[in-house]
């Protein structure tokens, strides 16, 4: 009975800390800007050319959000006019096996609906 009360108890810490990973992660847009990111810091401009579908007013909110949970840094560049640029936080670096696994998961479950609705 203890053994199943501790078992409990590690199920609902884990359970917690997704949730906590999904409410900093989740969102549509989130993981896409990520990606872009993680193939390069990116002017604001940029990342709306490569993230198809973001509004100008969601990507800023994104945005924002991100830099507070310390996932992206925002750098002015000395430039005319000023510009921005985003990159991933060294910090945020630990997310990209979480990232690259997903992306290969998504495709290998993609491969496996194509092939049973083949079959």
């Not at 999904?22 to 990606?35: A, S």
């Not at 401009?45 to 310390?70: A, C, H, P, Q, Y």
């Amino acid at each position: 009975m203890a053994e199943d009360k501790e078992e409990i108890k590690a199920c609902m810490y884990k359970v917690r800390a997704i949730a906590y990973t999904m409410y900093v992660l989740g969102g549509k847009w989130k993981m896409h800007i990520l990606v872009a990111l993680y193939f390069g810091g990116k002017r604001y401009s940029d990342l709306l050319d490569v993230v198809e579908g973001i509004s100008g007013k969601m990507l800023s909110r994104e945005l924002k959000e991100m830099e507070t949970n310390l996932l992206i840094r925002r750098i002015v560049l000395d430039t005319r006019p000023i510009s921005v640029r985003y990159e991933l936080t060294e910090y945020c670096e630990n997310l990209v096996p979480v990232i690259s696994n997903l992306a290969d998961w998504g495709l290998a479950h993609r491969k496996e609906i194509r092939k049973k609705a083949g079959a």
